[in-house]
């Protein structure tokens, strides 16, 4: 699983990184522990992290700080929906607090 935020945590004052099912605040779609007075960074996917600054290692690699998901087969239907209806990617953005629609604007 790729992070989508590397920034200090206000609880540990460690650097650390964010990951999807992580708690996000759903006004701001900010992990709520992520200290935003300090540097952080903030990623769109797997092409924003750069092996020349240890990001690719860190996030896939490295033991202590790569999050593993176990993929099987029971879940494949929902993976396939996912996959390929935008509503069912948003629904779930929103569920997670990753997204956050202030305004109520609907799809047409």
Same mark, same amino acid.
């Given at each position: 699983?790729?992070?989508?935020?590397?920034?200090?945590?206000?609880? #540990?004052?460690?650097? #650390?990184?964010?990951?999807?099912?992580?708690?996000?605040?759903?006004?701001?779609?900010?992990?709520?522990?992520?200290?935003?007075?300090?540097?952080?960074?903030?990623?769109?996917?797997?092409?924003?992290?750069?092996?020349?600054?240890?990001?690719?290692?860190?996030?896939?690699?490295?033991?202590? #700080?790569?999050?593993?998901?176990?993929? #099987?087969?029971?879940?494949?239907?929902?993976?396939?929906? !996912? $996959?390929?209806?935008? $509503?069912?990617?948003?629904?779930? !953005?929103?569920?997670?607090?990753? !997204?956050? $629609?202030?305004?109520?604007?609907?799809?047409?």
């Amino acid at each position: 699983m790729s992070p989508l935020f590397r920034g200090y945590s206000k609880s #540990t004052g460690k650097l #650390t990184y964010y990951y999807p099912d992580d708690p996000f605040d759903p006004k701001t779609s900010i992990p709520i522990d992520l200290d935003t007075k300090k540097h952080y960074d903030r990623w769109k996917g797997l092409s924003s992290l750069t092996p020349e600054t240890g990001e690719v290692y860190d996030s896939f690699y490295n033991l202590a #700080t790569r999050r593993l998901i176990l993929v #099987t087969p029971e879940g494949i239907d929902y993976s396939m929906r !996912l $996959n390929e209806d935008i $509503n069912e990617r948003k629904n779930l !953005l929103y569920s997670k607090g990753i !997204l956050s $629609n202030p305004y109520n604007f609907k799809d047409i």
